[in-house]
């Protein structure tokens, strides 16, 4: 098969630091490419980008508003005047040149399948010349329903067009084909969990571990409760004096803004934040940890939980429906209801070096037995083929 991933980001040195999505799309397109598929990353950035990344090749053009100041200039005045159809019409001007960008470089390439993504519906105006799968891994909408963000009425309306332009459609949990059907009122017969690198993310015993260290990462905010954490170790740190309390992700602003003044000051020397690493410098990061905390508000289904799971760390995650299709409860991990709760279970971890290790081979267990790359990989080829095949 010749498969085409259409996204706007992508994990990989040449562009900034990408979130699970872009992390999901290399794992993806490498695991297609070593089974022999051709595989392209086609998308939108601030510049061009032309590469082969191993046998995935990569190609970026210049996204809307770069290539067209001018009509961003007004589409930016128009907001400024508070003129709300023109919101409606630029993001419609803009889809309907990223449907035209996309049916010409797939049909050049003879591309059999597309699969982008559904957040800010950016295939709102495909029209199925190729077919195209689109995989709910989250959306403005889902923020806005779950997390109470703030609704953007106009990029909701661009994901339900982009969800109802295809009858091809991946839910990545359970819980997260509920969402679109509370959303958006769309049915999702297809579930794929997401599976992860387990070589990358594998243990070092070489790696030592930093006593009572408390581990985050993922993207700093609010929706993610990074802010929850640090009053957690505010709590923490009074008990454990030696705890420390690491960061890893893209949110420098959220880290100075919001987090340094939760943290007491006694807290604040047993921090450190690292800012974004991508996946290759993750894991040697990670092996240091001695646990990991999760406290997210929601989630559609968090491949940070999974990474952490294979390094066989014991892991606390907010009890939302998707952590509960990926931990058992005090086997391979735990699931908190308060913050109480987190300071009760990261206690009992600190506090037993043996509990620590038990819980972390039972996750990585779990990770091998359900959230493998080849897993996903496997699934998603079986879907693809019965799309052609019809």
């Known amino acids: 098969?010749?498969?085409?991933?259409?996204?706007?980001?992508?994990?990989?040195?040449?562009?900034?630091?990408?979130?699970?999505?872009?992390?999901?799309?290399?794992?993806?397109?490498?695991?297609?490419?070593?089974?022999?598929?051709?595989?392209?990353?086609?998308?939108?950035?601030?510049?061009?980008?032309?590469?082969?990344d191993g046998d995935v090749t990569i190609e970026f053009f210049k996204k809307?508003?770069?290539?067209?100041?001018?009509?961003?200039?007004?589409?930016?005045?128009?907001?400024?005047?508070?003129?709300?159809?023109?919101?409606?019409?630029?993001?419609?001007?803009?889809?309907?040149?990223?449907?035209?960008?996309l049916k010409?470089?797939?049909?050049?390439?003879?591309?059999?399948?597309?699969?982008?993504?559904?957040?800010?519906?950016?295939?709102a105006f495909w029209d199925n010349t190729i077919p195209l799968v689109v995989r709910f891994h989250?959306?403005?909408?889902?923020?806005?329903?779950?997390?109470?963000?703030?609704?953007?009425?106009?990029?909701?309306?661009?994901?339900?067009?982009?969800?109802?332009?295809?009858?091809?459609?991946?839910?990545?949990?359970?819980?997260?084909?509920?969402?679109?059907?509370?959303?958006?009122?769309?049915?999702?017969?297809?579930?794929?969990?997401?599976?992860?690198?387990?070589?990358?993310?594998?243990?070092?015993?070489?790696?030592?571990?930093?006593?009572?260290?408390?581990?985050?990462?993922?993207?700093?905010?609010?929706?993610?409760?990074?802010?929850?954490?640090?009053?957690?170790?505010?709590?923490l740190i009074e008990t454990f004096p030696k705890a420390t309390l690491h960061i890893i992700g893209k949110g420098e602003g959220y880290w100075q803004h919001i987090c340094k003044p939760i943290l007491t000051n006694k807290a604040m020397q047993a921090s450190t934040y690292y800012?974004?690493?991508n996946n290759a410098e993750?894991?040697?990061?990670?092996q240091q940890a001695s646990l990991c905390i999760f406290p997210s508000k929601n989630e559609n289904f968090a491949l940070v939980f999974e990474e952490a799971m294979a390094l066989q760390k014991p892991i606390i995650v907010s009890n939302i429906n998707a952590a509960k299709e990926i931990i058992d409860h005090k086997k391979n991990g735990y699931l908190a209801n308060t913050t109480q709760d987190y300071i009760k279970f990261a206690s009992t971890l600190l506090e037993n070096p043996e509990l620590r290790l038990t819980i972390g081979k039972e996750a990585r267990k779990k990770v091998m037995e359900n959230f493998t790359k080849e897993n996903m990989t496997h699934k998603t080829i079986s879907y693809y083929k019965e799309i052609l095949n019809n």
């Open 1 to 52: 098969m010749k498969i085409l991933f259409f996204t706007n980001e992508y994990s990989h040195p040449n562009f900034p630091a990408s979130g699970g999505v872009g992390s999901f799309m290399k794992i993806l397109a490498h695991e297609l490419s070593k089974r022999g598929h051709e595989v392209y990353v086609y998308g939108f950035s601030k510049k061009k980008h032309s590469f082969k």
């Open 64 to 101: 809307y508003s770069k290539s067209f100041p001018f009509s961003e200039a007004i589409r930016s005045l128009s907001s400024k005047l508070n003129i709300e159809s023109g919101g409606l019409h630029f993001l419609e001007k803009e889809r309907k040149y990223l449907a035209h960008k």
């Open 104 to 123: 010409k470089y797939a049909l050049t390439h003879n591309i059999d399948i597309i699969e982008p993504f559904a957040f800010n519906g950016y295939t």
């Open 138 to 235: 989250g959306s403005r909408g889902f923020w806005h329903h779950y997390l109470n963000q703030e609704q953007d009425r106009f990029k909701i309306l661009m994901e339900q067009k982009a969800l109802e332009a295809t009858p091809y459609t991946i839910a990545v949990s359970k819980f997260s084909a509920e969402a679109v059907q509370s959303i958006y009122s769309i049915n999702i017969s297809t579930i794929i969990h997401n599976g992860i690198d387990h070589n990358l993310f594998s243990p070092n015993p070489d790696v030592e571990e930093i006593p009572q260290s408390i581990f985050y990462f993922g993207t700093l905010s609010t929706a993610k409760g990074v802010d929850v954490l640090c009053e957690i170790f505010n709590s």
């Open 275 to 277: 800012g974004a690493k």
């Open 282 to 286: 993750l894991p040697e990061v990670l």
